[in-house]
């Protein structure tokens, strides 16, 4: 993942460390472990797409 906010990139495991204290729970959005932006969960349609020309580039 990439914050929209810093550009710092991440995975959603960190992501989810970032999210532990958070008294909201099932919200969907991701906290970027740098600087605590929110940020939106990305639709499934572009994780397809970015898989799919992943493994056409390799």
Do not use: V, W
């Amino acid at each position: 993942m990439k914050c929209t906010f810093c550009g710092f990139e991440f995975n959603e495991n960190e992501a989810e460390d970032a999210c532990r204290g958070c008294p909201i729970k099932k919200c969907d959005m991701s906290r970027c472990p740098n600087c605590g932006y929110e940020i939106l969960p990305e639709p499934k349609l572009i994780k397809f797409l970015k898989r799919r020309f992943q493994h056409e580039h390799k």
